[in-house]
């Protein structure tokens, strides 16, 4: 025991000189204890107490190592929380650095996503400046288009009557100097022969035919009134691109309106089919769903146009019917068709087949805008050779 003793304190356990110390006092009482027994000391009464004093002593000694381990632990466990604490506050310390370095970075993050923002919402304006240019350069060529049409339409009627207007002036000319005759007559004068006269000058001017003339002539005047008001009350239907509220209209009435207003842009080998259904009135912008019609249309002649092969008969089929709470309308051209990847395009903005300087690309990409904001949706079917037809499905409210 006293050699374990020895080695543990001389690998730094210092409670150990506390246990050594004990053992020393309590087996140096031992000995002078039992000498007394073999008469080699006196018998006394130190003699005699000296192993419970040994005793004594040894436990004060232990209890002074227990104090002293007692004592160590409090200095281990005050070093453990110096210690503790110094690492605490290190760990505050680098994390006030880090928060600082953090919130540096964050600073300069900060200002660089607003420096980016800052760009992309200029981007943006200006992209939405050039959107709207586009926009309003695309609503400038329908208007074109529009006012071209307008002029040719407008032009025939209104030729038409100024050419009738010269005719029935010189036929009214003639009744007039008819009338007038009668009105000269002389009661005085030899009668018959002034009723001969008058008799003569109506076979002159061919009375019967005067009188057909101006019928075919007032005739004429009256359907190209009847057209040049048929195109004003076109006109008035499709322009309303402005409005700004929704109000139920008859979509059988906007298809009619679209095609008056490009009558003059049909090839002289195109047919027009309607097969209008019994449709309810829609809820919708009017100026913006015959805008819809108007670039399908279109569309639909351009491919009809620019067919490699032409056929006699050239149709464009129109079809409206309701389905449950909507209402479908379907144009269908016997143009050329387009290829799988063209039909996946067409929506696209700036995408078209058309060449430079006959399309902005902007057409298609309107008409998908508008039927979306409608809540509507459009369908594409084509192929190759065979034409291409758009199905819009409109809800009735």
């Known amino acids: 025991m006293l050699v ?7 690998n730094g356990y210092k409670s150990a000189k506390f246990f050594i110390r004990a053992w020393i006092v309590f087996l140096l009482g031992l000995c002078i204890f039992v000498l007394k027994d073999y008469n080699i000391l006196p018998y ?5 107490n000296m192993m419970p004093f040994g005793s004594a002593l040894e436990v004060i000694l232990l209890s002074f190592a227990l104090a002293d381990k007692i004592n160590i632990l409090k200095k281990e466990k005050e070093a453990s929380q110096e210690e503790a604490l110094r690492i605490s506050l290190e760990n505050e310390k680098l994390i006030l650095e880090q928060n600082f370095e953090l919130e540096k970075k964050v600073n300069e993050r900060t200002l660089e996503l607003q420096q980016s923002n800052d760009a992309l919402e200029k981007t943006l304006n200006e992209l939405k400046d050039a959107q709207s240019q586009l926009v309003e350069s695309e609503k400038m060529a329908g208007l074109g288009q ?3 049409g307008i002029a040719h339409e407008i032009n025939n009627p209104i030729n038409f009557v ?8 010189l036929d009214i000319d003639d009744l007039n100097e008819i009338i007038t005759k009668y009105e000269n007559l002389d009661p005085d004068a030899d009668i018959k022969e002034q009723l001969n006269s008058i008799d003569k000058f109506k076979k002159q001017i061919d009375l019967d035919f005067v009188q057909t003339e101006i019928k075919g002539l007032l005739s004429g005047i009256d359907e190209g009134a009847k057209r040049t008001a048929e195109i004003i009350r076109s006109l008035k239907n499709f322009s309303r691109l402005d409005e700004s509220d929704t109000k139920p209209i008859n979509l059988n009435e906007g298809i009619d309106s679209t095609f008056v207003l490009l009558r003059s842009t049909f090839p002289s ?7 209008y259904g019994d449709i309810p009135l829609v809820e919708c912008l009017p100026g913006k769903i015959n805008q819809v019609f ?22 464009i089929i129109v079809r409206t019917w309701q389905e449950g709470n909507v209402v479908k309308v379907s144009i269908k051209d016997s143009g050329s068709g387009m290829t799988e990847e063209t039909k996946q395009k067409i929506f696209e903005p700036f995408f078209t087949t058309k060449d430079v300087g006959e399309g902005t690309g902007l057409g298609l ?3 998908f805008r508008i039927i979306e904001s409608h809540q509507g949706n459009i369908d594409v079917l084509s192929n190759v050779g065979e034409g291409t037809e758009f199905i819009i499905t409109l809800p009735v409210n």
């Open 162 to 169: 100024t050419a009738n207007i010269k005719p029935l002036q």
């Open 44 to 48: 006394n009464t130190v003699t005699y």
């Open 365 to 367: 990409s309107i008409v």
């Open 146 to 148: 529009l006012t071209a």
């Open 269 to 275: 080998n195109l047919k027009v089919v309607k097969d």
């Open 4 to 10: 374990i003793a020895f080695k543990t304190y001389n």
């Open 294 to 315: 108007m670039n399908i249309i279109s569309n639909g002649i351009h491919a009809i146009k620019n067919k490699p092969e032409q056929r006699d008969e050239e149709q």
